[in-house]
């Protein structure tokens, strides 16, 4: 019998991207698809593949018959309720970050440890996660590099979108840059304060860090971790490093909020143990079906958000050999930070594991 998938967070802005992707393909393996939400959601009408769905609510009797639960849903709800998915029969894949780093729970990527899903004793809780956005935008094309190459420093600067923060974050960036718009500001320190402010946008509300991020750039990517460190800074060297496989992986990483909707970007500097060239990167950058090469600097052809935003793939530009580094590159990346950086690589460790279980 084909497996039944459960969607949980469905009525959410990640979950509302999953339910795009399960449109979008050409064929899905499942026989019944059950959409989960909180009792607020509950009895909402949302069309899946040409059939109306009833957004039912989050019960333990919600996963009754449930093969595979894609989780997308704040830490502290999926702590609660992947474990009592998954005592009612349900695999959890995970989008939070509640199990990332559970020594019992796999933190996959297709395309770079696929390998974890092969035996059910990989994850014993019955739960797999799904990396933070940030450390995804880049994993295809490092893990891609590191099977040639073998990864062994990592130093990163995100350009991280609103959307990385909600519904509420986009909701903001907009009110924000129209309060800015048209008035000739961002040449006086403050300004821009003062105009979001003066708009009623209190700034101790912002999820930007009590900073304006209209006109602006943000040092300051989730809560603060202690010595200087920001969480979204420690997920890019916790998750790599357990993504990759290389538990002692050098990682330093310095997370920006920019003014961007949706896709992060990162400029990556990796080194690696043996000699790589622009030319070799190319060539293992083309054979990777996620991966989209746009490097042609002197023809203005590298990846930005804007021209990207809404694709699958992984866009890759930039690409240089690091002048004084040896075995080193430097390249740039952009990711849809809500497609393959949350509901995609969600979707497709689901996808993988629905052969496993017809
Ligand atoms: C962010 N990476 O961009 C986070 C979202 N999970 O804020």
Not at 25 to 39: K, N, Q
Not at 167 to 188: N, P, S, T
């Amino acid at each position: 019998m084909a497996p039944t998938l459960a969607l949980v967070g469905a009525t959410g802005a990640v979950g509302t991207v999953m339910i795009d992707i399960i449109n979008g393909r050409d064929t899905v393996p499942w026989g019944e698809i059950r959409l989960i939400a909180s009792a607020r959601s509950a009895g909402k009408r949302i069309p899946v593949r040409g059939t109306e769905h009833t957004v039912v609510e989050l019960t333990p009797e919600a996963f009754d018959g449930v093969d595979i639960a894609m989780f997308d849903v704040p830490d502290e709800i999926s702590a609660e309720w992947a474990p009592i998915a998954a005592e009612r029969g349900a695999i959890v894949v995970d989008n939070s970050g509640a199990f990332r780093m559970d020594d019992q729970v796999p933190l996959v990527v297709p395309e770079v440890n696929a390998n974890q899903l092969a035996d059910r004793a990989n994850f014993p809780k019955g739960i797999i996660a799904n990396p933070n956005c940030t450390t995804l935008s880049m994993m295809a094309a490092l893990g891609a590099l590191h099977r040639e190459f073998q990864l062994t420093e990592l130093v990163v600067a995100s350009y991280q979108a609103a959307s990385g923060a909600g519904q509420g974050g986009i909701d903001r960036l907009y009110a924000e840059l129209e309060a800015v718009a048209g008035k000739g500001l961002g040449a006086r320190a403050g300004d821009v304060r003062a105009a979001v402010e003066a708009a009623g946008l209190s700034l101790a509300d912002t999820p930007f860090a009590g900073t304006p991020l209209a006109l602006n750039v943000v040092p300051s990517a989730g809560s603060h971790k202690g010595d200087g460190w920001f969480s979204e800074e420690l997920k890019v060297r916790n998750e790599s490093r357990k993504i990759l496989g290389i538990p002692d992986l050098r990682v330093s990483a310095t997370c920006v909020r920019v003014p961007v909707v949706t896709t992060h970007s990162l400029a990556v500097h990796a080194t690696f143990a043996r000699e790589v060239t622009v030319e070799a990167a190319h060539k293992v950058f083309t054979a990777q079906a996620s991966i989209v090469l746009m490097d042609d600097p002197e023809g203005g052809v590298f990846p930005t958000p804007a021209d990207v935003v809404g694709g699958d793939p992984t866009y890759v530009g930039r690409v240089r050999q690091a002048l004084d580094f040896p075995n080193t590159l430097d390249f740039f990346v952009c990711g849809d930070n809500l497609r393959k950086g949350a509901a995609l690589n969600t979707y497709e460790v689901a996808e993988q594991l629905a052969p496993r279980l017809s």
